[in-house]
């Protein structure tokens, strides 16, 4: 610079000084808590399961439990609720089976591009349904069971999957996406993984108003 | 037809590089409109091609060829600069030009296997050669692979350039935020069984570019515009420069925690996420005061109005610090806290800030460098805007306004029913999507979308036509 600089507010070299050190002090802070945060969110053991022992995302052998999605005095909002085991799909599956279902089910999220039409943990687009907790979803019950005449969730949801222009509930429908019978599978497994995982809360208050929506009407008595 | 665009005048390679590149934007700028049509439509008419043509692929085509004209407008901007900062000629300029060939070829592949092939079966195989299924980085992995050699290419005509050249603020800043975004994409490189893992990183790529590495590079492409169209004073603008990176950095690095929410990771990241975030705005004030500033000053200095010597490339440099303010600053600010997010968070109200940052931060200022290009390609020493720029960017800003207020509605009445109602869910989702104000909303989403489009064609006009005629006129 040709003039001597009368104050630091003016000064080229202090602006680009202070740039450097604040971001690369952000850098840092931003490395340090993803370390943290990488083993907050690493997948969980089936030992953890098995022991109660309660994990941000917890291992693919979750499909084989109860899940719920209760509201927690303690933390203000609702959080998944591992229960007692269930049968997916009829049959309790071991660590080895489950991961293999659940990569599965990953894979196929992707290569069906569900993203684009739905959110996952409310990321995607905005054309059809949130699938976070979409595991628990009050639809799977009587109406989607009812239409495709299966006798548990699992295999409702697989069959809606396979062929969802023979189910639709609406004039937006999911359109046909090849989807085979492992894939069906392996996308419920994804589906009910997704729906353990802790999200803080997020949806809140899933579903609780619709069956009172749904009877219509009035609250008044 | 864009060929048309005579680059004779041009006096450097990187400058005809980078015409090259920004006729390859125009050309994906009208692909993401025509997609986006197809989905607006789809919102008010779902049987329109349902079953041929779904929403999910129109969706995946409009977001990705919005990313890539950027980007390709973002690497042309650079390339036309190059040589007038550094004084030096673009180092390795063939092997630049075959990188834009090969780009260009690889992207056409992939635009082609999404709309006829569209999607795969669950292996790997779909995600190497069909789609990767991650939102604005669905580029299955054999193209991610050529975009980061293609990308290496670029970076090194630009660090060997300015290795031997001039070392202005501008292009150090340029330099450095360049090795920072092209890094980022790594980051998106990946398959976890983990969705929260999945999505964590994605952030990394997607919230680190267009929150952070992006808006730098914004700051970078103003200054350098301010310098070439009104004659800003290097120290000054350079100045502004560094402290908008302090700001830019300061708050968007770890501003990336607003989208860690609710993806399953810790409840520190509200606290870190809201604080950061909610500071983001602020360098965008300081954006928008700096080219209006200099503006001002500029056109009183020395008794009579100084001359603007690129009167629709300026039009939209100013709209930029408008645009960036308004879409990215304030539309981000309304939702960014936690205790809002949580009802917020992937609905309509995201859409509409996505379309008026995208719009507002990023298109105008490529717009505007196109306008550069497009005044050097013909050698125009003051080129003044035509008809067609005043439509052009009258109906895209109007429209693009239009689209983002109906959005916004839509996404009122998507949040207070859907979300905070009824809690979400299949049922809680439609009764919300078939309220007659909510179908109202996307109607007239559809019609703005319609306005922007008529814009882009004076736009496409403009570009195609306004050099001749100034040329024409000078002589």
Redesign the interface.
Same mark, same amino acid.
Request: aromatic share 14%.
């Given at each position: 610079m040709a003039k001597e600089n009368l104050s630091v507010w003016t000064s080229i070299s202090f602006w680009r000084r202070s740039a450097a050190w604040v971001t690369g002090f952000a850098t840092i802070l931003l490395i340090w808590l993803t370390f943290d945060t990488m083993g907050q969110i690493s997948m969980g053991t089936d030992a953890d399961l098995q022991k109660g022992i309660t994990k941000r995302v917890p291992a693919p052998t979750v499909i084989n439990y109860h899940i719920d999605y209760k509201m927690s005095e303690k933390r203000g909002h609702e959080v998944p609720v591992i229960g007692k085991k269930e049968p997916f799909f009829g049959k309790e599956w071991s660590p080895k089976e489950a991961a293999a279902l659940l990569h599965l089910g990953k894979l196929g999220s992707q290569a069906k591009n569900c993203m684009n039409c739905h959110t996952l943990l409310g990321n995607g687009a905005y054309y059809a349904p949130d699938l976070t907790k979409a595991w628990l979803d009050p639809m799977w019950g009587a109406t989607m069971q009812g239409m495709t005449g299966k006798s548990t969730k699992e295999e409702a949801m697989a069959e809606f999957l396979m062929h969802p222009e023979k189910y639709p509930t609406h004039a937006r429908m999911m359109p046909n996406l090849k989807i085979t019978a492992e894939e069906a599978k392996g996308l419920v497994a994804f589906l009910k993984h997704m729906s353990s995982i802790d999200t803080n809360g997020f949806p809140r208050g899933f579903s609780k108003t619709v069956d009172q929506f749904k009877a219509g009407g009035t609250n008044a008595h | 037809m864009l060929i048309n665009i005579k680059s004779n005048s041009l006096t450097n390679a990187g400058q005809r590089i980078g015409l090259m590149y920004f006729r390859v934007a125009i050309i994906l700028f009208a692909a993401q409109l025509l997609m986006g049509l197809i989905?607006a439509t %789809? !919102?008010v008419y779902? $049987?329109f091609l349902?079953?041929i043509f779904?929403? $999910? #692929?129109a969706?995946?085509v409009h977001i990705n060829a919005l990313v890539v004209w950027m980007l390709y407008a973002m690497i042309g901007s650079v390339y036309y600069m190059l040589t007038d900062e550094t004084g030096e000629n673009v180092a390795m300029a063939g092997l630049g030009k075959l990188a834009f060939w090969v780009l260009t070829l690889a992207i056409a592949v992939v635009v082609l296997v999404y709309i006829f092939v %569209?999607?795969?079966?669950?292996? /790997?195989s @779909?995600?190497w050669l069909?789609? *990767?299924?991650? /939102?604005y980085i *669905?580029a299955p992995r054999w193209a991610d692979i050529g975009i980061v050699v293609v990308v290496l290419i670029f970076y090194a005509n630009v660090f060997f350039t300015y290795l031997k050249g001039r070392k202005t603020?501008i292009m150090t800043v340029m330099v450095a935020n360049l090795l920072a975004l092209a890094g980022l994409y790594l980051a998106g490189m990946f398959?976890?069984?983990?969705?929260? =893992?999945? %999505?964590?990183w994605?952030w990394w790529v997607i919230h680190l570019w267009v929150e952070a590495t992006w808006e730098v590079f914004v700051g970078t492409l103003a200054a350098y515009a301010l310098v070439k169209f009104i004659g800003a004073k290097r /120290?000054v603008v *350079? =100045?502004w420069l560094?402290?908008e #990176?302090?700001m830019l !950095?300061?708050s968007g690095?770890?501003g990336?925690g607003h989208?860690?929410?609710?993806?399953? @990771?810790?409840?520190?990241?509200?606290e870190?996420g809201a604080l950061f975030s909610a500071l983001e705005p602020v360098p965008l004030v300081a954006m928008f005061v700096h080219v209006l500033y200099d503006w001002a000053k500029e056109q009183g200095e020395s008794g009579e109005k100084s001359v603007i010597t690129n009167g629709p490339g300026m039009a939209w440099i100013v709209t930029n610090a408008f645009g960036n303010f308004l879409g990215a600053g304030i539309w981000g600010f309304f939702h960014t806290l936690p205790q809002v997010n949580?009802?917020t968070?992937? @609905?309509?109200f @995201? $859409?509409a800030h996505g379309h008026l940052a995208f719009f507002g931060a990023y298109a105008t200022i490529l717009i505007g460098m196109m306008y550069m290009g497009v005044q050097g390609a013909y050698g125009v020493k003051r080129m003044k805007a035509t008809f067609n720029s005043k439509m052009a960017i009258v109906l895209i800003t109007f429209g693009v306004l239009g689209m983002t207020v109906a959005l916004t509605i839509a996404g009122y009445e998507?949040v207070l029913v859907e979300?905070a109602?009824?809690?979400?869910?299949?049922? +809680?989702?439609? +009764?919300a999507?078939?309220l007659p104000w909510y179908i109202q909303a996307q109607l007239w989403r559809l019609i703005m979308g319609l306005v922007t489009f008529v814009g882009f064609i004076y736009l496409l006009l403009d570009l195609l036509t306004i050099g001749k005629k100034a040329k024409a006129a000078e002589a």
């Amino acid at each position: 610079m040709a003039k001597e600089n009368l104050s630091v507010w003016t000064s080229i070299s202090f602006w680009r000084r202070s740039a450097a050190w604040v971001t690369g002090f952000a850098t840092i802070l931003l490395i340090w808590l993803t370390f943290d945060t990488m083993g907050q969110i690493s997948m969980g053991t089936d030992a953890d399961l098995q022991k109660g022992i309660t994990k941000r995302v917890p291992a693919p052998t979750v499909i084989n439990y109860h899940i719920d999605y209760k509201m927690s005095e303690k933390r203000g909002h609702e959080v998944p609720v591992i229960g007692k085991k269930e049968p997916f799909f009829g049959k309790e599956w071991s660590p080895k089976e489950a991961a293999a279902l659940l990569h599965l089910g990953k894979l196929g999220s992707q290569a069906k591009n569900c993203m684009n039409c739905h959110t996952l943990l409310g990321n995607g687009a905005y054309y059809a349904p949130d699938l976070t907790k979409a595991w628990l979803d009050p639809m799977w019950g009587a109406t989607m069971q009812g239409m495709t005449g299966k006798s548990t969730k699992e295999e409702a949801m697989a069959e809606f999957l396979m062929h969802p222009e023979k189910y639709p509930t609406h004039a937006r429908m999911m359109p046909n996406l090849k989807i085979t019978a492992e894939e069906a599978k392996g996308l419920v497994a994804f589906l009910k993984h997704m729906s353990s995982i802790d999200t803080n809360g997020f949806p809140r208050g899933f579903s609780k108003t619709v069956d009172q929506f749904k009877a219509g009407g009035t609250n008044a008595h | 037809m864009l060929i048309n665009i005579k680059s004779n005048s041009l006096t450097n390679a990187g400058q005809r590089i980078g015409l090259m590149y920004f006729r390859v934007a125009i050309i994906l700028f009208a692909a993401q409109l025509l997609m986006g049509l197809i989905a607006a439509t %789809q !919102f008010v008419y779902p $049987s329109f091609l349902y079953g041929i043509f779904d929403f $999910s #692929v129109a969706r995946m085509v409009h977001i990705n060829a919005l990313v890539v004209w950027m980007l390709y407008a973002m690497i042309g901007s650079v390339y036309y600069m190059l040589t007038d900062e550094t004084g030096e000629n673009v180092a390795m300029a063939g092997l630049g030009k075959l990188a834009f060939w090969v780009l260009t070829l690889a992207i056409a592949v992939v635009v082609l296997v999404y709309i006829f092939v %569209q999607i795969g079966p669950a292996k /790997e195989s @779909t995600i190497w050669l069909i789609n *990767e299924g991650r /939102e604005y980085i *669905e580029a299955p992995r054999w193209a991610d692979i050529g975009i980061v050699v293609v990308v290496l290419i670029f970076y090194a005509n630009v660090f060997f350039t300015y290795l031997k050249g001039r070392k202005t603020g501008i292009m150090t800043v340029m330099v450095a935020n360049l090795l920072a975004l092209a890094g980022l994409y790594l980051a998106g490189m990946f398959f976890t069984d983990n969705i929260s =893992m999945d %999505q964590y990183w994605w952030w990394w790529v997607i919230h680190l570019w267009v929150e952070a590495t992006w808006e730098v590079f914004v700051g970078t492409l103003a200054a350098y515009a301010l310098v070439k169209f009104i004659g800003a004073k290097r /120290e000054v603008v *350079e =100045m502004w420069l560094w402290i908008e #990176v302090l700001m830019l !950095f300061g708050s968007g690095i770890l501003g990336l925690g607003h989208h860690y929410f609710w993806i399953g @990771t810790p409840e520190y990241w509200w606290e870190i996420g809201a604080l950061f975030s909610a500071l983001e705005p602020v360098p965008l004030v300081a954006m928008f005061v700096h080219v209006l500033y200099d503006w001002a000053k500029e056109q009183g200095e020395s008794g009579e109005k100084s001359v603007i010597t690129n009167g629709p490339g300026m039009a939209w440099i100013v709209t930029n610090a408008f645009g960036n303010f308004l879409g990215a600053g304030i539309w981000g600010f309304f939702h960014t806290l936690p205790q809002v997010n949580i009802y917020t968070h992937g @609905t309509q109200f @995201t $859409s509409a800030h996505g379309h008026l940052a995208f719009f507002g931060a990023y298109a105008t200022i490529l717009i505007g460098m196109m306008y550069m290009g497009v005044q050097g390609a013909y050698g125009v020493k003051r080129m003044k805007a035509t008809f067609n720029s005043k439509m052009a960017i009258v109906l895209i800003t109007f429209g693009v306004l239009g689209m983002t207020v109906a959005l916004t509605i839509a996404g009122y009445e998507q949040v207070l029913v859907e979300r905070a109602e009824l809690g979400g869910g299949w049922q +809680a989702f439609f +009764a919300a999507q078939n309220l007659p104000w909510y179908i109202q909303a996307q109607l007239w989403r559809l019609i703005m979308g319609l306005v922007t489009f008529v814009g882009f064609i004076y736009l496409l006009l403009d570009l195609l036509t306004i050099g001749k005629k100034a040329k024409a006129a000078e002589a």
